[in-house]
Nanobody, 133 residues
Framework: QVQLVESGGGLVQAGGSLRLSCTASGLTFKDYHMAWFRQAPGKEREGVSCITKSGGNTYHADSMKGRFTISRDNAENTLYLQMNNLKPEDTAMYYC??????????????????????????WGQGTQVTVSS
């Protein structure tokens, strides 16, 4: 049974930084493409960033480019999201998600499938990020 556990959320002032972690178990982590999503109250879940199973390719949504960095440590079964220069509009519940795919994942990045929630069948419970102005 796949289990994803997020941590690292919290309350931070605008301009501050947080590093989210997602620890995976019950799966062969290196076989899974991973992503971060977020959902604010009253809004749809949106893709933040994704990373291929090798860690060699990443994608960040436009509003996160230059501020967020996704990475992974396949030896530690852990996914990360470094968030810098946080803004109040980044306030949301952040979720990690996993999808198993035999491809290298590059097409998923090109087509933006990697940030489509429907592409994922394994989700964590979320960690809250609140950015005060």
């Amino acid at each position: 049974q796949v289990q994803l556990v997020e941590s690292g959320g919290g309350l931070v002032q605008a301009g501050g930084s947080l590093r989210l972690s997602c620890t995976a178990s019950g799966l062969t982590f290196k076989d899974y493409h991973m992503a971060w999503f977020r959902q604010a109250p009253g809004k749809e879940r949106e893709g933040v960033s994704c990373i291929t199973k090798s860690g060699g390719n990443t994608y960040h949504a436009d509003s996160m480019k230059g501020r967020f960095t996704i990475s992974r440590d396949n030896a530690e079964n852990t996914l990360y999201l470094q968030m810098n220069n946080l803004k109040p509009e980044d306030t949301a519940m952040y979720y990690c998600a996993a999808r198993r795919d035999t491809s290298d994942g590059i097409l998923g990045i090109i087509t933006r499938l990697c940030v489509n929630p429907a592409a994922y069948n394994s989700w964590g419970q979320g960690t809250q990020v609140t950015v005060s102005s």
